[in-house]
């Protein structure tokens, strides 16, 4: 029997929601603190959907989270998810409370939890999830998640031994996970290996963690992402159960394997940490029993969302909105990496990276610049880059210091007129590259920029 | 002047390995000599000009300190003989007396250069900032860590923090220092972000440079100070 005050935390939380929403306000965070303060293990008494699946790692969570959801709810499953709001213990709460019963039972059959890796504590120990995805884990902001093995530790403590992983063989971090689930499916890619081992600016894991001699690698993709093995003993990475065998970017689709079964996909955008997201959402949806006609209905109908990945042309200006998380160096470094690949000629970038509240009153961590890879900056399609907002100039030191040319880089320390400093006689590819949580300067990049494509600047 | 980077391959979260590339970019004719971990150290039977360390995770600092233990000596000599030494981040905590994994349950001896404690409690993550004196010049700076140090420092200290916390909560003198050999709490790039410290460290060893773009990193420099002098930033 649930205890009262488990009730009363529910009752609390579900008027507060209600009054919030009629006061128009987000009614993602503040119920479930509101439940936590009057019920601490209010998790641990909720009743859950029949299953339960949290999304975890470094990068794509949300990515992953909102394909999965959108996949099942487009195949008739109803589902409960805090994509639209804090991916903490009390986001999440918040997200089940809304789904639940006054009864508190739950009203949905499905719940996919984006979790935070630093929550999981407080999370799976109340709620062992059916399925955890891990995408990978990487440097983070290191104000929080410290390094890697700290975020493995924290996981691994939380993790209840029932769980299914699903996990990137990829990456051999995250593909060390659970050393105490029995249960775990793996995805990798295949396709596109690199055909160098090119050193890369940092990589989390070099020595093997079983014995400790010097990891040798197949390939590299960045990073630690890529195949490894120990040359002194059976530690390696594992054998993908599904495996993404080809990426046709002229037809958009790729190509998976799994069992004897060959599939293919519409590619809903081709930045290599995409595919890899892809390729976790498609693990996850078969393991949990979907056919590969109700995924692939699921994936020709998914769209990343246009906060993330947006494209817009301008008059003779392409523009392309890119999310940068901040803080984030891997994030922010793969999408340097992706604007100097795309396929097109005399690129600008306009760079608005900051953190927005430790900019408020604050100086901010500058570390993370230095984690963070700028030699794609130096790529010779780039003709012009912008950094907006208050580092700039720290920006500047760092591309510098990465061997960019200082000629073709300017400074505009109010991140919302950045953009009104490109060129467009000389760069007609325009790549916005944005922190999560700057969506107004974005905006405003987005708005000076189709203005300007429009002549009307 | 040949720069030893010691276990660079593992030794380099916060950014602390761009602390060696600003010193390349700064001293293009230097050797630069990368000691692998699994490697046997150059400073054994060579006199490096400099010697540099920067942050690593907890095993990896068990390790660290496993591997240079049976070099104590040498290292001492090193320190004797004026051998500027830099260690950011935890690296410095290697040449403690001994570390307490408070969340591991594991206490270990370390070198024992200066008699002072290290608490790392992977549950107590503390962010700040340092704006200290170093002499005369001012050293800005930034911190994210598990661990304390605790004893008496009073006289072999790295900065005094004008804000911001010293070696633990209750000091504010920042970092150890014995003779050449320095180590500093603060991580990730203190070079590029102290240019003028760059320049005095470099100058340890009786050579002088001028810091790596040094515009630019005195116009950030600069900026920086004046943030950190503003009441309103919280340390």
């Known amino acids: 029997m649930k205890k009262i005050r488990f009730y009363i935390a529910l009752y609390a939380a579900k008027l507060s929601q209600f009054l919030l929403k009629i006061l128009g306000r987000n009614a993602t965070y503040f119920p479930g603190k509101i439940a936590i303060r009057l019920c601490k293990d209010f998790l641990k008494h909720i009743t859950p959907p029949k299953t339960v699946i949290a999304v975890t790692g470094t990068n794509g969570k949300t990515t992953v989270s909102n394909l999965i959801s959108s996949i099942l709810t487009e195949n008739g499953y109803s589902i409960t998810n805090n994509s639209f709001g804090s991916n903490v213990q009390a986001g999440i709460i918040s997200a089940l409370i809304e789904d639940t019963t006054l009864c508190g039972k739950p009203k949905k059959d499905i719940a996919i939890l984006e979790v935070d890796e630093r929550s999981s504590l407080l999370i799976y120990p109340q709620m062992a999830p059916d399925y955890l995805v891990c995408n990978n884990i990487m440097r983070d902001s290191l104000k929080r998640n410290a390094h890697t093995e700290f975020i493995s530790y924290i996981i691994n403590s939380a993790l209840p031994a029932s769980t299914k992983l699903i996990l990137n063989a990829d990456d051999i971090i995250a593909a060390t996970l659970g050393p105490n689930n029995k249960q775990k499916t793996y995805f990798g890619l295949d396709a596109e290996k690199p055909e160098a081992n090119t050193p890369q600016h940092i990589r989390d894991i070099v020595y093997c963690p079983s014995c400790g001699a010097l990891l040798e690698s197949e390939y590299v993709r960045y990073n630690h992402i890529g195949r490894h093995y120990c040359p002194n003993c059976d530690f390696q990475s594992p054998t993908p159960d599904y495996l993404i065998t080809n990426i046709d970017r002229t037809n958009n689709t790729f190509t998976i394997r799994h069992d004897s079964d060959s599939e293919t996909y519409t590619l809903i955008n081709d930045n290599i940490v995409n595919v890899y997201n892809f390729g976790a959402v498609i693990a996850l949806l078969h393991e949990i029993g979907l056919s590969y006609e109700q995924i692939s209905k699921g994936f020709s109908q998914s769209k990343i969302v246009k906060t993330r990945f947006e494209t817009i042309q301008s008059g003779n200006t392409n523009i392309t909105m890119l999310m940068a998380k901040g803080q984030n160096p891997i994030a922010c470094a793969r999408c340097y990496d992706y604007v100097a690949r795309s396929q097109v000629e005399n690129k600008g970038l306009v760079i608005i990276v900051d953190d927005l509240d430790d900019n408020i009153n604050n100086s901010e961590s500058t570390c993370w610049l230095y984690d963070c890879d700028y030699t794609a900056l130096k790529d010779p399609s780039i003709k012009q880059i912008i950094f907006g907002g208050p580092r700039c100039k720290d920006h500047v030191l760092r591309a510098q210091l990465a061997g960019v040319d200082a000629e073709k880089i300017s400074i505009c320390e109010n991140a919302t007129k950045a953009a009104g400093m490109i060129d467009l006689t000389k760069c007609q590819n325009v790549f916005v590259l944005h922190e999560l949580y700057r969506a107004a300067d974005a905006k405003a990049a987005k708005e000076m920029l189709i203005s300007m494509g429009r002549g009307e600047l | ?235």
């Open chain 2, 1 to 235: 002047m040949v720069i030893e980077v010691l276990f660079n391959e593992v030794c380099n979260l916060y950014g602390d390995g761009q602390n060696v590339t600003y010193l390349q970019a700064t001293l293009p004719q230097a050797e630069f000599i990368f000691t692998a971990l699994t490697d046997e150290p150059y400073f054994l039977c060579n006199t490096p000009d400099m010697i540099y360390i920067g942050s690593m995770s907890e095993s990896t600092q068990r390790r660290v300190i496993e591997k240079l233990l049976p070099y104590k000596s040498r290292i001492l000599e090193l320190i004797d003989q004026n051998v500027p030494i830099l260690a950011t981040g935890n690296a410095g905590e290697i040449f403690c007396k001994r570390i307490n994994y408070v969340t591991e349950k594991i206490m270990v001896e370390a070198l024992n250069l200066f008699d002072i404690n290290v608490e790392t409690d992977l549950f107590d993550r503390f962010n700040g900032k340092v704006l200290g004196s170093l002499d005369d010049l001012t050293i800005v700076g930034f911190r994210s860590q598990f661990s304390f140090l605790y004893g008496d420092n009073s006289n072999q200290y790295f900065v005094k923090c004008m804000r911001g916390v010293g070696i633990n909560r209750s000091s504010n003198l920042e970092g150890l220092r014995k003779n050449n050999l320095i180590c500093t709490q603060i991580l990730g790039p203190i070079l590029p972000l102290n240019p003028l410290f760059c320049e005095y460290f470099i100058g340890l060893t009786g050579i002088s440079a001028t810091a790596a773009f040094k515009e630019s990193a005195m116009a950030a420099y600069k900026q920086r100070i004046k943030e950190f002098n503003d009441p309103k930033v919280p340390f």
